[in-house]
Nanobody, 121 residues
């Protein structure tokens, strides 16, 4: 099995910063891409940022210039640095690992449990 454990969410004032972390553990050979998604109440889950094992990144237009995704392949950990936070960034943030190659040679996608980010004064 593969588990993703997220941390770093919380309550922050508008204009503030938070850093999310997501660590993968379990029995696997590799992870292709890792990313962060978010889902606000009543809305669909949307991609926030994604990074491949080679370091190629992509971002939602709404977070470009404010959020930065990075990855430590040796630690199987992905980070999301969120700056200049806005109330509309309030959502549950979910980590996802794409195309995880398991010891069994199966390939799966894995989601984390999520961490809440609330931006409010």
């Amino acid at each position: 099995q593969v588990h993703l454990v997220e941390s770093g969410g919380g309550l922050v004032q508008p204009g503030g910063s938070l850093r999310l972390s997501c660590a993968a553990s379990g029995s696997f050979f590799s992870i292709n891409a890792m990313g962060w998604y978010r889902q606000a109440p009543g809305k669909e889950r949307e991609l926030v940022a994604r990074i491949t094992s080679g370091g190629i990144t992509n971002y939602a237009d709404s977070v470009k210039g404010r959020f930065t995704i990075s990855r430590d392949n040796a630690k199987n950990t992905v980070y999301l640095q969120m700056n200049s936070l806005k109330p509309e960034d309030t959502a549950g943030y979910y980590c996802k690992a794409d195309r995880v190659v398991l010891i069994s040679r199966s390939i799966i996608d894995v989601w984390g449990q999520g961490t809440q980010v609330t931006v409010s004064s």
